[in-house]
Nanobody, 115 residues
Framework: QVHVVESGGGLVQAGGSLRLHCAVSTTIQINDMGWYRHGPGTQRELVASITRDGTTDYGSSVHGRFRISRDNIKNTMDLQMNNLQPEDTGVYLC??????????WGQGTQVTVSS
């Protein structure tokens, strides 16, 4: 069984920073981890992902501003978000994929960026 909990969202002014945290409770191996988001009236999109060996991928709109990292021992993942813009507003969700490639999503954390 895999349980995922996100934290760290909030309200910030444009140009500010936030750090999101994803904690995974499980006894099985987690392979890929990633952050996704959906804003008002928009479809869910990839923000950033990271494999177990540390290979990262970023959505084109956040490349250079966001940084993803993970701790394989603690089963945690962080997303450092800098120079936030109003278009970054949305619900950010953590998704993890276990060794059997089964996906588990968290409930999400709200990020609101004011102009």
């Amino acid at each position: 069984q895999v349980h995922v909990v996100e934290s760290g969202g909030g309200l910030v002014q444009a140009g500010g920073s936030l750090r999101l945290h994803c904690a995974v409770s499980t006894t099985i191996q987690i392979n890929d981890m990633g952050w996704y988001r959906h804003g008002p009236g928009t479809q869910r999109e990839l923000v950033a992902s990271i494999t177990r060996d540390g290979t990262t991928d970023y959505g084109s709109s956040v490349h250079g501003r966001f940084r993803i990292s993970r701790d394989n021992i603690k089963n945690t993942m962080d997303l450092q978000m800098n120079n936030l813009q109003p278009e970054d507003t949305g619900v950010y969700l953590c998704k993890v994929t276990d060794y059997q490639w089964y996906e588990t999503w968290g409930q999400g954390t709200q990020v609101t960026v004011s102009s």
